[in-house]
């Protein structure tokens, strides 16, 4: 037996509906990048326009939440399929990465922890059992 008759002449490309667990990749990544934002508006710090005057890198990254609602919809009238998807979780994740761990960071991790420590959310850390060592 040849090993041409082994492998498909054609590739299982004929069924791409999206299942729901397609949608709940898209879902999960929004809440999470919503609660980024969110995050920046309670910390305070490298937030934009429209929360400050300031036009900044906040500001652009709100873009993603009318280019999300466009891509759903160009996906529930079949314009645009899983390998969209992946070019835009792509794209996505990568500025990410550029603006918050990359040498050219935004904002790197520091500006991220630091205005924490300062916080009144965080203020009740010094009662944890873990920092009262020596009492």
């Not at 900044?56 to 993603?64: C, D, E, K, Q, R």
């Not at 759903?72 to 998807?85: G, H, M």
Request: hydrophobic share 45%; glycine share 4%; aromatic share 14%.
């Amino acid at each position: 037996m040849d090993v041409e008759d082994m492998l498909p002449v054609a590739l299982p490309t004929s069924d791409t509906t999206l299942t729901r667990a397609f949608f709940l990749f898209i879902l999960v990544p929004t809440l999470l990048g919503a609660a980024h934002h969110v995050d920046h508006i309670i910390r305070g710090n490298h937030v934009g326009w429209p929360i400050t005057p300031e036009v900044n890198a906040f500001t652009y990254s709100l873009a993603i939440y009318p280019l999300l609602a466009i891509s759903l919809y160009l996906t529930l009238t079949r314009r645009v399929e899983a390998r969209y998807w992946a070019g835009f979780f792509a794209f996505s994740a990568g500025m990410l990465a550029y603006f918050h761990i990359s040498p050219w960071a935004v904002e790197p991790p520091q500006d991220v922890s630091d205005p924490r420590l300062k916080s009144w959310a965080c203020q009740w850390t010094p009662l944890l059992p873990s920092n009262r060592r020596g009492q």
